[in-house]
């Protein structure tokens, strides 16, 4: 595609008028974004002409990669035929009925009803609201507390960003909102020093039901958490965890959500995270890899108690202008059936998705500075640390991560430091060789970056 202007134009224009999400506009604005204009498969290329592997898949995202030539052609089929129409007034049309109905068939068995939303924090508010309505239409309006974890990551809306436990978005705007409250998150390396990873798991288990005590059971909707923690590291919790959780939640009658928005569509090789970690939640959140990023979607999906139980209420008030846009929908159906008739989940299961994790142990397990590597399908981390012997964190958590994550950028790989948890999640379609490749620009920078951490004295 031609672009008419040069990067140091559109740099200005962006600074003067366009705000960004989750940034420091002065000093963003003092550098100068990083124009990205075109992509395919797993890479980028910015509006200087350099290719960059993005070993993030946009924003844990673009699970089919970019670049795919059907998808935009169903978008355009659709938006000439209905570009738009409502699904609130006893209409529905083709687009979204078709979606529904594959949806129901690559969920796990029992959830046969979704709820569309334009995101991942519209499904997390979606579900709050949801939850509370069940326990209004059971007879239980007193369950309305909501148990969520530190360091989850559930979205920016204030339902999501108060369910979340990222203490810097709670310090704006008064947050978390009243009936929410948290639990810690399952990190072994941190919390369970010297335990096995079984009697860890059951600990953090009875960290919730602990909370549940102290709320009192009568008073708790529902226990809400992500399979694997992304934004806040990949914290992967030990297999005794979710089966423990969910014998909890079902002890005191309390509802269990996976919020899938990043483990669904395939990320840990199966098609959502409660598959990977043996658990059955009533509710489950999706988002990004329903389109892979092609179109703004998310679904909520219920199961068949839950979506009895809500039908039963009579009408939910609540609903977006675009729940279960037609092209959106179109979109989204063309990419869950190509990541399934493709064999692109399969594959992360079968081929990719061990490779990746075998190589990724082997390539930075033997690194001075890291520890707890880590990882399952095509989501894998690991730690920087000050010490490994005695598991000791670096003094000021992030700074070394955020040097970290400048070094892969420097060498056109996007790679991303939560804390200093460095975390990758690369598109499904991540080939061996395209694994390799993103392994051996990785470890050619972590050697400049435990090199530069000896120079600044910093270890
Ligand atoms: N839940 C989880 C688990 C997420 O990772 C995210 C986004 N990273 C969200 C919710 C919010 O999604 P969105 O940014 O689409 O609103």
Same mark, same amino acid.
């Given at each position: ?174 947050? &978390? ?7 810690? !998150?399952?990190?072994?390396? /941190? @919390?369970?020093?010297?335990?096995? =990873? *079984? #009697? ?36 992967? &919790? ?7 959780? !969910?014998?909890?939640?079902? /002890? @005191?009658?309390?509802?269990?959500? =996976? *919020? #899938? ?106 690194f001075?500075h890291v ?13 920087l ?15 070394i991560?955020?040097m970290c994550r400048d070094i892969f ?13 460095i ?19 990785a470890?050619k920078c972590m050697e400049i970056f435990e090199q530069q951490l000896k120079?600044?004295?910093l270890a």
């Open positions: 595609m031609k672009h008419q202007r040069s990067t140091a134009q559109w740099r200005e224009m962006d600074a003067a008028h366009h705000l960004h999400p989750f940034t420091d506009t002065a000093s963003l604005n003092e550098q100068g974004v990083r124009m990205i204009t075109h992509a395919d498969g797993i890479y980028l290329w910015d509006s200087e002409g350099n290719k960059i592997l993005d070993g993030m898949a946009g924003l844990w995202c673009v699970n089919i990669g970019y670049g795919r030539k059907d998808l935009p052609e169903v978008a355009k089929r659709q938006m000439e035929e209905l570009a738009y129409y409502n699904t609130f007034f006893k209409t529905s049309h083709p687009a979204v009925v078709e979606l529904s109905h594959l949806l129901a068939e690559v969920a796990p068995k029992g959830f046969d009803h979704v709820f569309y939303t334009n995101s991942g924090s519209e499904s997390v508010d979606t579900m709050i609201r949801m939850v509370r309505r069940y326990w209004d239409v059971k007879g239980k309006p007193q369950k309305k507390t909501l148990i969520g974890r530190w360091n989850g990551y559930h979205g920016s809306t204030i339902g999501g960003a108060s369910l979340g436990g990222m203490s810097y978005m709670h310090e704006q705007g008064d947050l &978390p909102i009243p009936g929410i409250v948290h639990v810690q !998150q399952p990190w072994h390396y /941190k @919390y369970g020093k010297g335990m096995s =990873a *079984d #009697e860890f798991g059951k600990l953090a288990a009875s960290w919730i039901e602990d909370k549940i005590l102290e709320v009192g059971a009568n008073k708790v909707a529902a226990f809400v958490g992500e399979p694997i923690q992304g934004a806040g590291g990949v914290i992967i &919790p030990p297999a005794s965890y979710w089966p423990e959780v !969910q014998r909890i939640c079902r /002890k @005191y009658d309390i509802l269990l959500v =996976a *919020d #899938e928005v990043i483990c669904g569509f395939g990320r840990t090789g199966h098609w959502f995270g409660q598959q990977q970690f043996g658990f059955t939640p009533d509710i489950f959140t999706t988002a990004k890899g329903l389109s892979s990023g092609y179109m703004p979607i998310g679904a909520v999906f219920v199961n068949n108690e839950v979506a009895t139980t809500l039908a039963a209420g009579g009408d939910f008030n609540h609903g977006f202008t675009y729940s279960g846009h037609p092209v959106a929908a179109a979109v989204a159906h063309a990419n869950v059936k190509a990541l399934r008739d493709e064999g692109i989940v399969a594959a992360v299961q079968e081929d990719t998705g061990p490779y990746m994790q075998k190589r990724w142990r082997e390539a930075f397990s033997r001075e520890d707890d590597v880590r990882g399952v399908g095509l989501i894998q981390a690991f730690t640390v000050k010490d490994k012997a005695s598991q000791t964190l670096f003094d000021n958590w992030g700074e991560g955020l950028f420097k060498h056109g790989l996007i790679m991303r430091a939560c804390g200093d948890h975390v990758s999640a690369p598109p499904l379609i991540i080939s061996k060789d395209q694994i390799d490749e993103l392994i051996t620009t470890v120079e600044r004295g």
